[in-house]
């Protein structure tokens, strides 16, 4: 079984290595590049969210916030 990853990072560069380091370790990684893109997927409910703190749109503990209604026992790593 292979662990889904959702990673919300707002630069796009930082965003492109860190999703590629997380697939050369087997991870299932998704990418967003705002809030509000990760907020379209917080049904998804994925193994593990990566969050950035400061985004354009809105901020990381407003989306953790939302993930944990949906996810509580999701782990989040800031």
């Known amino acids: 079984m292979s662990f889904r990853i959702y990673l919300v990072e707002d630069e796009s560069n930082l965003n492109q290595l860190l999703t590629s380091y997380l ?5 299932q990684v998704s990418s967003f590049l705002t ?8 049904y998804d409910q994925p193994h593990l ?4 703190i ?21 782990p989040v790593i800031f």
């Open 35 to 42: 809030g509000e893109e990760a907020m379209q997927a917080i």
């Open 54 to 74: 400061m985004l354009p749109d809105i901020d990381g503990y407003q989306l953790i916030s939302e993930i944990k209604k949906v996810s509580p026992d999701v």
């Open 49 to 52: 969210w990566i969050l950035d």
């Open 23 to 27: 697939q050369k370790e087997g991870w």
